[in-house]
């Protein structure tokens, strides 16, 4: 499972190229009105915890957990489905009466 947690933090990069996003980093300030050039360097960090606790079954929970406001689209997924048979019945009605000539061309014989 991946939980991302995005912060802003202020980086010393030019002082220090080995700078990492750890937890004691100062956050990132902007000043309301700036005039100099803006340096904005862009990072991550990746911690990889192993934890066998969740069961296979509950393995998207936190992702559905996270989107709590989410509907479905009832309207889309119809009309989805009416144009789907549509197609299919015009696919199906070709076939039939091509079918249908060339079988009765083939009794005709």
């Not at 080995?18 to 937890?23: D, F, K, N, V």
Request: contains cysteine; glycine residues 0%; charged residues 15%.
């Amino acid at each position: 499972a991946v939980r991302a947690t995005p912060k802003s933090v202020k980086h010393a990069v030019a002082t220090n190229p080995q700078a990492r996003c750890s937890e004691g980093t100062p956050p990132m300030d902007i000043p309301a009105n700036f005039k100099d050039k803006l340096e904005i360097t862009y990072s991550y960090s990746v911690y990889f915890t192993v934890n066998n606790n969740i069961r296979w079954s509950s393995r998207w929970d936190y992702i559905l957990d996270s989107m709590p406001h989410t509907n479905i689209q009832w309207f889309s997924i119809l009309n989805s489905l009416v144009i789907v048979l549509f197609l299919s019945a015009m696919v199906a009605m070709i076939m039939l009466r091509t079918l249908h000539k060339d079988i009765a061309r083939y009794n005709q014989v």
